[in-house]
């Protein structure tokens, strides 16, 4: 399967060669993504709990997709406790820039509980948050999501790096979120205290 995806991934990065629009391409990226994990998770959209992820729901996205990923086997936690694994991934697209410009600016005025927060800054103690990682492209908001009782430093290292190796762009912005906070921008950040300019 890795050699298929991978296979896959070269291909696409023809895709605008070959007329492809950005949504299929993500659609592509986003099979690829999904067969590597296939061996050691299962993909469910049934009986998903909602995330408190804020008003991007509300947003005109052109097309979205939520799944979850949850562990074939039980792994254990930093607590010691075994449980199986559950990680929450969405995935929005927009048709162009400015759409996602103000599907972000909408977002942050209403972020994930209910907080607002402000481009570029970090915000250190976040109430009731846990382990996230956004990655935002021109046309793209991609959000993982998952529990505090199973967070630890080496999943979160994982799906952070995971993410970027199918999603990255040259553009990509990535915000990070610990339990209870900090919330971080950490790759493209933009500036805080140019606020006339859109992210």
Request: net charge negative; aromatic share 14%; with cysteine.
């Amino acid at each position: 399967m890795k050699i298929l995806s991978t296979i896959l991934l070269f291909s696409l990065s023809l895709s605008p060669k070959m007329g492809f629009s950005q949504t299929e391409e993500l659609k592509q990226k986003l099979t690829a993504f999904a067969s590597d994990h296939e061996a050691d998770y299962e993909k469910k959209y049934l009986n998903i709990a909602d995330r408190e992820l804020g008003s991007i729901d509300d947003s005109d996205y052109e097309w979205k997709d939520k799944f979850m990923l949850k562990s074939n086997e039980k792994k254990e936690s930093d607590l010691g406790r075994k449980s199986y694994h559950k990680f929450y991934f969405s995935f929005y697209a927009y048709e162009t820039f400015e759409d996602r410009q103000y599907a972000l600016k909408d977002w942050m005025s209403d972020f994930i509980e209910g907080q607002s927060i402000r481009a570029g800054r970090t915000v250190k103690k976040y109430e009731y948050a846990t382990p996230t990682i956004i990655l935002i492209n021109k046309t793209e908001i991609m959000i993982c999501n998952y529990n505090c009782s199973i967070y630890s430093e080496e999943n979160f290292k994982y799906w952070r790096k995971t993410l970027l190796k199918y999603f990255q762009t040259d553009d990509t912005m990535v915000i990070e979120i610990g339990c209870e906070g900090p919330l971080e921008w950490t790759k493209n950040a933009p500036d805080p205290k140019n606020r006339k300019v859109m992210p």
